[in-house]
């Protein structure tokens, strides 16, 4: 009785306009850990936290190397990134044999969201489950885009994604006049302490829990995982996290905490219609 | 229990004969940001919002060239619109390999208000969720035509649409007499008082949130983003938006008001059978 | 509860054997403006009243040439007669290529009738929701046909269809004994004063929303808008419209107040099984 | 609540074995007006009630000729006629190419009735919504067969379908003893009296509402409208119609004038079980 | 509320592991009037009860002639019949052109009970809505079998379906010990005799009504209608009806006049679980 | 209101994993007649329990013959069993013509399997409602699969199917140690007995109601029915069934009359969700 | 009422961004007798509990060999894993033809992961329900992977899926430390240990119930089944299970006997939104 009578599908509209399935979907982007992302004026660095699912397991892949110059970090459903992986490479592929060049940036970001936008209005397909940060470095320089599974493709100078991902939002936004001029070094540093920043207060970035892209000027695409990630975490030292990071940090959580309490409830009652960010419809 | 029984998808009637999904598409472009156009004798001119999604982030495209002689300014589903604009583009190319010619506006426009057609009468599909304006010059001249969901096209001297855009309309209505004999810096200007009207009491229009694109006779198109609108904004000067515009707003601020407050209750209530226009049924 | 049961597709029989989407696409045609159409011995005339969105933009289309000897007059949703006008136009073109000679207008009413037909008997799509005045000299004369989204295709000596059309018929009722023996100026002149019985209190026949379309022997298909109209209005006079007309109106006029008062309700309740004119299971 | 939970669709069993669709569309032919058919040993002979939607319009086809030997009278949804009469005549000439004779009025008459029991038995179809009486002279003499929307296809001496059709079916069975030795010209007097026997009493035949089709032995299918008509009318006479047409009538118009009075409830209460005739399941 | 909830299609199982609609579909067999069959060491009869829709039609066909050495008689939908006969007919032909012999019996029986199991099993189908009896003779001597809308098929000595034919099953169960020594001539006379025993108390088997096929050892397939069939009904006399006859006829009178006065109400009271016999499940 | 939510597909998992579509499909076997197969280190034997429709018709087919070396038991519906085995002889008879040698007894086992789970996985199908005993010799010795609708395909020792079957298989799991080493006779003889024990008390064995099938080293698949039955019906004796048979049976029968009278309700009540072997989810 | 709205299929997301369908999915394998894995520097070993359907049938295939350096457990649904492992065996033949080497373990398993995400992007099929642990040996050593319905695919040092997998997960987080520097016989035996734990209280390890799976350097895939196992028991010993055991076996019990009572009700209950494991989302 209280049903959103349209939420059923990706190609029904609301009498507002909204598709809320897109926005739903933008939902399992929240559920999934954090990645960051910057640019400098030579380099892009992405910076992810890997969820352990258990101790006996390897960590879960959080930046996928796609070419020598491309890389992306991913929030979401992990298969739903897989096959948009594999189709990056696939157009990567592509674009050397057909071209001979490295595929540009923006154009690969473009093509995963017209493949996305696709999911959106034909029915009997779901909208990918995932986001995605696609960083690289061709002709043109540096660039991070973020793709989401409406199919919208926007360039950033700094982006987070995932849960928690606000407070990096905010380290970013504290810290992003000084990228342009930072370092590949500086810049993976910033990247970390803005993904710091998304941990709960009784966790740490590790070298099991951290992976960092880097590529850039002169840099192929770099991926430290595990062992590698030692030295930057060194570098990063034990400076906490800033204080913006703390009153975001609450707010979200006492916002999480009741989101996990009402979830079971959430799928009879009037689906909320003031969701924190309204995604779909900006242009 | 109250839902609105023939709303489902496109293809169904309402006993009145009215295509509900088409019409809640509709809504979804007042939920971008504005976007004007208007046409001298020798000149078309779009102007648009950009809406900032966040400080770290470029502004969104809103006016997107499609050839030397074509652009078009949006405002809705952004990804629908780069699908629209991929298309057009195709044409574009088409037109020029095969007639050696620049393809001619009003088919351009005719032919995506075809394909948007095809979504609202086959099931399976969503109509479009973007409207746009086509700006262009060929050999008949400037043409500005309106593209909707619906596969409406209309051409007009003056238009706008996204939220907010009667105040702009307002402004077109009160000097749409003195355009055909404008230069292309008084259009321009003209295409900014407009705009500046849809901005709600404490926004300006800034060269981060402001795109301009100019076509017309041995102008080919030209679309000024970010430094390059500095200099129009400069000759806009300081002159506050006109009295109609603080009108029309209010009106309009009170009913966006009314909207947001009552958007979550909106899903399930009946649908409201006056909409402030009826789009679809004029001919 | 109270909803129609049968009313879901065109392709579900009610208990008393009706198809009720398919009498609701006509009800789309009511809520286009009008267009009137008439045949004398030699000629036919089509005229139409134009709607405009707003005083931006041009008029919209009511008339569409086909071909030389053929065009049409609308009401209901423009898209959808655009996109078979397409159709006929592609018709037109055929019979040209392949049998030398204009294409008869029977035989393209009734192409367009079957394709109409088709939209009513397939799942998934949805019937057109535009009516049309085929208007055509051939070899066997002039000819006039209205065609209806049930596939229903009719040769008239005078029609009208759209918002207040009634008003107009009843004015082509009182005077069709005259019309064969009309020149083509009488002709278009009765048109215009039928269409005229349909306007509102306020409104008059003007330059701007004002159609006509003449085609008959010795003359091709005309199409005339805009200045071209004046001539013809000026020929008309000041004559008030004909006391039918008057009468006719009111009764719509309160229905139509009726109607629009009670729409929002309309959607959810019983759909009320005696429509003005059972209009699909003539034969 | 009360829905009728199996007519859906023309593929669900009812428990009791019925198919609800297939009986509501049979229910269409008797929206449309009477039709009348009846065969002596050399002639058959289809007479039509044509109704007249305007008296600006031509009165609507009511017989259409196929073939040389072959032609239909026709009750329902027009539009479908229409189809299923293009099908036959494709039939006809396709057996004059390939077998270089005339089509056997049995197998024409089949072959709608298989194209039509395939929409009785697939889903996204539905079934046709118009009866016809199929009429034609081939080698083994004069024919005339019944088709229906189920694909019943039955052959008679005499038969009657559409509005008030009881009334001339009463009068075929008290006369129908004598077809078969009458000439054409008592064929189609008596097929024009039992026509009149289905008009309302305030209504008689007329030139305008009267269509005559006859074909036989040296008797090529011709079709008698309009002024061609008055003959016949003339032989008619001025006699009254019989008793039994009265008789009939009243029934008849009281059921009917239950029905039009229930017939907007009708949508929403139980489908009464009891139709007038079974007509399916017969064989 | 009260609808079963597992008879929407064929495709679904009800908890119990039945298939609603596929039980529905034997129902409509019961509505058609009654078939016979049986068989002698030699030879095959069918026979079969015509309903005479009206006075003025010829009775309906209920035995159908499909090849040289075969036949079948029908109970159920008569245009589904038609469709199954087709197919039989050109699997017959196929055999004859490819095999240089008669089709087997079995396999042509087989053949449609693989056919009709397909629309058992795929959704957007309906089961065919009638029973068969095939009757033919071939190398392995005379055959009967059984075809239902399930796909079952089963070999009979004899056999009876549709309205009233436990009456006939009576009669067969009663003589069938003398069958396999019967001449061609007394078989058919014990056909007629249990015929007749379908009949309501106030009807008699007379030439219109009756269908006879015979096929056997060296007697092609004959179909005995109208004045054939009165030789056979003088052999078969006037004797009464069976005791048995009567008394099954009662039981049966009864369930049917409680099923009539019950139907409209059926629809949407629970569907009684306890068919007379269960039809699928047994192999 | 009461409905299973989860069991209107084969595609639909409960919240608890379960397929409930395919249950059902389980529970149409249980509505057949017992099927009994049992291996020894030479032999294979499957009988069955053939229920008489009527009197009239020859008993029911249960055992089929695929190959020389292979054959099935069935219980369920009966045509989806004929479709099943004639796919098994279109493999067996390609593995003869491309591998010149028998199909492995494993092999066409897996392969109906595998065709059987697509119809669990696939919307618009539905799961086939039959099981079967595939009994077969080949180059590995003797097998015994027992295929389910499930695609579920084990190999067994003994296994008994269809109604009553708890009763055969508690004669199996008394007996089958001494299997291995029987002759084909005396494998045979068990198998009769543990069929005998799924008879109700008032039943025997009967050469009517009685099919066997042997297949082992140096014995090519044989068909037993009719009177071949009767030599081992003799053999078998009239020793009444054994003890375990009548416990097994009585509990049985109660539940089986529980079923049947609250049958009807069932449709509409709650599914009981403990069904009395979990099937599905073993592995 | 209760009913979870969003749970219908697979591409439906709930509001919080799940898909139910594919977690229902994930509880079908834990309807599944446990599976276990683990990996030493040179070897992987699978182990399984067979569950007997039956004393007559063999104990079902837990365990599956793929390749000579491959093997698959499984949990779940048989006949998908079937499915499943027959595409295995195909890619992994391919890869021999066509790369002439065996196949990578990673690829063959991110294979099926991206075989079985479609499942969960595409409208009318259903999410395999099955999980895999993948035990493999190749160029780059050692490897296990768990698959998961949902497509994901991890790498794991030791894994366990299945009934009460928790114990052994719990045994395995004890000592994997030790397992890198396992002989292969070491490695097995921590395997049935840990599996050992899984097993309810009154159950042992047996020949006839106990699968393993071993594969590593210079150790083509080897599966020990019924006698074979022996040996490896034997070296097991007596001990019994560990504490850790009890205490988790414990607490699963009781859910389970929780769950087992309360499964009938859950159907129709608000499905509980707080899985054991969010497993989906992870990434």
Request: aromatic share 8%.
């Amino acid at each position: 009785m209280f049903r959103n009578s349209y939420d059923n599908d990706s190609i029904t509209y609301s009498p507002t306009g909204r598709l809320f399935q897109v926005e739903y979907a933008l939902e399992a982007i929240k559920q999934g850990s954090a990645s960051v992302g910057l640019v400098s004026k030579t380099h892009v660095v992405i910076v992810a936290l890997k969820r352990n699912a258990e101790e006996l397991g390897s960590y879960q892949k959080k930046i996928i190397r796609i070419d020598n110059h491309l890389g992306i970090a991913l929030a979401g459903l992990a298969p739903d990134a897989r096959v948009l992986s594999n189709f990056m490479r696939q157009q990567a592929m592509t674009s050397k044999m057909v071209y001979n060049k490295p595929i540009p940036v923006a154009r690969v970001a473009h093509e995963i969201g017209d493949k996305a936008q696709k999911n959106t209005q034909t029915y009997g397909r779901r909208p990918y489950g995932v986001g995605l940060l696609v960083a690289g470095y061709d002709e043109t320089g540096p660039h991070l885009f973020e793709f989401l599974p409406s199919g919208t493709v926007l360039e950033y100078f700094g982006a987070a994604i995932g849960a928690r991902s606000q407070s990096a939002r905010t380290y970013l936004e504290r810290n992003f006049e000084s990228f342009p001029d930072c370092t590949a070094e500086e810049l993976v540093l910033h990247g970390l302490r803005a993904l710091r920043d998304t941990l709960a207060q009784d966790k740490e970035l590790l070298i099991q829990n951290t992976s960092i892209g880097l590529v850039g000027l002169d840099t192929p695409f770099k991926l430290y995982d595990n062992e590698d990630v030692g030295e930057w975490l060194e570098k990063l030292g034990d400076v906490g996290s800033s204080r913006g990071r703390r009153q975001a940090e609450e707010a979200e959580a006492e916002a999480a905490a009741a989101a996990e309490t009402s979830a079971p409830a959430d799928e009879d009652i009037p689906v909320p219609d003031v969701p924190a960010e309204p995604i779909e419809t900006d242009d």
